[in-house]
């Protein structure tokens, strides 16, 4: 079992042995410069797509407001996020893990349950939630799963987490971060804490190796006290031609730990799976980067014009709206009581006049404006597949529910595309979960196991049969199905319509019960195989209880040509 991380000593044996020292940890700090050079357009745009976000574009694309001006910001970029973040919602993934050999079943089955309930202690609801809000921000989002040896009381267990982007640093130019040589993932710690932790680390230069981009808060964020700790993931070949993956943790020049350096991990790897532990989860990709762009850099365009026109209108109506006047220097108009119009009486001097006193009239803006605002909304909701349709507005004459119904289907593509490249993600962090229970599992464990209609079991579980077993060196292999563990109401509704369908087409009857299940062999839909058990069983059932009948009116036959007659 892997122990917490533990501190290097210098003037002993262990410290003659090591590989990685300081000169390593420079080459490593030149690099992670060098990526984060590389990384800077994509930081700057994560920076930029929040202010999007946040409704605050206008600061971002420099729009000087002139005295008097009316500013407008709508939310049809923020209304597109939120509708799409709600149909990854309706359609949280589970996993069900599948055998590849048949004496793994049981094995398959016991770790269908505990996955879940890995996922529970690590409130992966959130951890979902908050990674399709970036996903959908920025056009990708990261998930870190890792081994924590603090957790459980030092028992050890597994850690999912949200990763940011803007602390994270792979090799330009590649599209699978899987190939990058090098991994860094950095974190922004107090120094006091670090101390605390490292006693080594007092008194010493704690510079920080690169400068993280930081997003615009509107609070003040101090980072003086704070030293920036490096975690280095890197990929060497073992000479058993076995790519291993190594961890080195320093600040600054400063090693904190190195797996290389540990005789226990030396020829294993940090980890056995030899992945590095950040999956990421793409929106749109593009190529030469292993991220994509997301809603906002699609959406942002019509969006800035809407604002633009939208302000136009506001300030001709405002115009209108507050009436102006021409006035003669010498009209003889008292201005204050003019301009006050609590006061019934105005005097003057004279006569008044259209010549004297004219008022301004404001030309109202020409209809095609309003159709050019139009237009750019409907752009906007057409470019990133958020028409009303797809937000439950019925439109177009549209009125019989299941039509309505149809269409919210028909446009829920893009958001069904969108969430199958998560349920990959979440495939290869299910993936990595399991390696981890094979390499660190080595206690046995209890798990709560929900079951069905909101019932629970326990069981007791550790790696015993997951690990390489006797002379053949076989290690069970598992294949992960994910599935919706939450159904979108069309979804349930959908499936209501197609039970009682079923049922008034007779689909239950046992005397239909060869042309159903021979109708079902050609269909295709969730919970099929549920319904043909059933019908099977109904069949079954009608067929033992005739049989019954017969036997009971054969018996009664029979003793009547017994009875003796009189």
């Known amino acids: 079992m892997k122990k917490g991380i533990p501190l290097l000593r210098k003037d002993t044996d262990?410290?003659?042995?090591?590989?990685?020292?300081?000169?390593?940890?420079?080459?490593?700090?030149?690099?992670?410069?060098?990526?984060?050079?590389?990384?800077?357009?994509l930081e700057a745009r994560i920076v930029e797509d929040e202010q999007w976000w946040r409704l605050r574009h206008n600061d971002v694309v420099n729009r000087k407001k002139s005295a008097g001006e009316c500013e407008s910001v709508s939310a049809w970029l923020f209304n597109t996020l939120t509708n799409k973040h709600a149909d990854a919602m309706d359609s949280f993934p589970e996993a069900s893990v599948l055998p590849r050999e048949k004496n793994d079943v049981q094995e398959a089955k016991k770790l269908s349950g505990i996955l879940p309930a890995i996922m529970e202690h690590n409130n992966f609801e959130e951890i979902y939630s908050n990674n399709w809000w970036?996903?959908?921000?920025?056009?990708?989002?990261?998930?870190?799963?890792?081994?924590?040896?603090?957790?459980?009381?030092?028992?050890?267990?597994?850690?999912?987490?949200?990763?940011?982007?803007?602390?994270?640093?792979?090799?330009?130019?590649?599209?699978?971060?899987?190939?990058?040589?090098?991994?860094?993932?950095?974190?922004?710690r107090d120094i006091d804490i670090l101390e605390s932790e490292y006693p080594t680390l007092r008194g010493k230069d704690l510079g920080n190796a690169i400068d993280v981009k930081?997003?615009?808060?509107?609070?003040?964020?101090?980072?003086?006290?704070?030293?920036?700790?490096?975690?280095?993931?890197?990929?060497?070949?073992?000479?058993?031609?076995?790519?291993?993956?190594?961890?080195?943790?320093?600040?600054?020049?400063?090693?904190?730990?190195?797996?290389?350096?540990?005789?226990?991990?030396?020829?294993?790897?940090?980890?056995?799976?030899?992945?590095?532990p950040i999956v990421l989860d793409t929106l749109f990709p593009e190529e030469g980067t292993p991220v994509g762009f997301g809603f906002v850099a699609v959406t942002k365009n019509p969006q800035m014009y809407i604002d633009k026109l939208g302000s136009a209108i506001l300030e001709n109506a405002l115009m209108a709206a507050k009436p102006r006047y021409f006035s003669k220097i010498s009209a003889g108009v008292n201005e204050s009581e003019f301009l006050d119009w609590s006061r019934p009486i105005v005097h003057v001097e004279g006569d008044i006049n259209e010549e004297r006193l004219r008022p301004i009239n404001v030309s109202p803006l020409p209809a095609s404006s309003i159709s050019i605002l139009k237009m750019k909304i409907d752009e906007l909701k057409e470019t990133s597949a958020n028409s009303d349709f797809n937000r439950g507005n019925a439109g177009g004459g549209v009125t019989a529910a299941s039509a309505i119904a149809a269409l919210q289907e028909a446009g829920d593509k893009v958001s069904r595309d969108m969430i199958k490249t998560t349920y990959r993600a979440f495939t290869m962090i299910n993936y990595l979960?399991?390696?981890?229970?094979?390499?660190?599992?080595?206690?046995?464990?209890?798990?709560?196991?929900?079951?069905?209609?909101?019932?629970?079991?326990f069981t007791d579980y550790n790696n015993a049969l997951l690990i390489e077993q006797g002379s053949s060196m076989r290690r069970p292999i598992f294949d992960i199905s994910v599935k919706a563990h939450k159904k979108s109401p069309y979804s349930r509704l959908a499936q209501n319509e197609m039970a009682k369908e079923l049922f008034r087409l007779g689909f239950f009857e046992p005397r239909n019960s060869f042309a159903a299940l021979s109708a079902l062999e050609i269909m295709d839909f969730e919970g099929k195989s549920a319904i043909e058990v059933k019908i099977r069983e109904l069949a079954s059932t009608v067929k033992e209880m005739r049989g019954e009948e017969n036997d009971k009116n054969n018996g009664a036959e029979a003793g009547e040509q017994i009875l003796p007659q009189n």
């Not at 262990?14 to 590989?19: L, N, P, T």
């Not at 990526?35 to 800077?40: D, Q, V």
């Not at 459980?152 to 987490?161: A, H, T």
């Open 14 to 41: 262990f410290e003659k042995k090591r590989k990685i020292g300081e000169a390593e940890i420079a080459m490593a700090t030149q690099t992670l410069r060098e990526y984060k050079n590389a990384k800077g357009t």
């Open 134 to 188: 970036y996903k959908l921000k920025h056009g990708c989002s990261a998930y870190g799963v890792f081994w924590n040896s603090e957790l459980e009381n030092g028992l050890g267990d597994i850690q999912i987490r949200k990763i940011d982007l803007l602390n994270i640093f792979w090799e330009p130019g590649i599209t699978d971060i899987q190939k990058s040589r090098n991994l860094f993932v950095v974190d922004l």
């Open 214 to 276: 930081q997003y615009i808060y509107d609070d003040s964020v101090d980072t003086s006290g704070k030293a920036l700790v490096v975690d280095w993931y890197y990929k060497v070949r073992s000479e058993g031609g076995k790519t291993l993956l190594h961890y080195c943790k320093f600040v600054g020049d400063n090693l904190l730990f190195a797996s290389e350096n540990c005789e226990e991990y030396r020829e294993r790897g940090w980890y056995d799976h030899g992945e590095y």
């Open 433 to 457: 979960c399991i390696e981890l229970i094979r390499q660190f599992y080595g206690e046995i464990r209890s798990f709560r196991i929900n079951g069905i209609d909101g019932g629970y079991g």
